[in-house]
């Protein structure tokens, strides 16, 4: 089978991220042009403060590594769309969404090829599910 191009769907899941910051109060807005290491900024304007995101994505139902290499960022949001299978085996399910600090995921092991993390790799991954206030937090605002 040839590799999914699911370049469409990377992008959506971008727009899913910013429309969750903005569900949970937290400002933000999609850079438009390739920025190396992040792809949305949530900006706390009362503190001055922002917070680079990078947005991983995985198409398929069950997917639990994602590749990355750059490290510009504050927070790494992995967003596991569950659109199901290319064999149409797999279930679709809701997106889940996992909020990591970036320092969680640079000192998760990675594969030597494509520098891959696997979600079972990061200890207690469960617990970053769903973790917003871990971005209102680092902004210092009172308000999400």
Request: with cysteine; net charge positive; aromatic share 12%.
């Amino acid at each position: 089978m040839p590799r999914l191009d699911t370049r469409l769907e990377a992008e959506g899941a971008e727009f899913l991220v910013l429309g969750q910051l903005l569900l949970h109060k937290i400002a933000s807005y999609k850079t438009y042009t390739n920025m190396p290491g992040y792809d949305l900024v949530a900006t706390n304007p009362e503190s001055n403060k922002s917070a680079m995101v990078q947005v991983k994505s995985r198409w398929r139902t069950g997917a639990a590594a994602f590749p990355i290499k750059n490290f510009g960022c504050d927070f790494v949001v992995v967003v596991l769309l569950n659109r199901g299978s290319k064999d149409g085996k797999k279930e679709v399910l809701p997106p889940r969404y996992y909020i990591f600090p970036v320092e969680i995921i640079r000192c998760a092991p990675r594969s030597k090829d494509w520098g891959k993390v696997n979600l079972k790799d990061i200890p207690n991954f469960q617990e970053y599910e769903e973790k917003w206030h871990l971005i209102s937090d680092f902004l210092g605002d009172q308000n999400a």
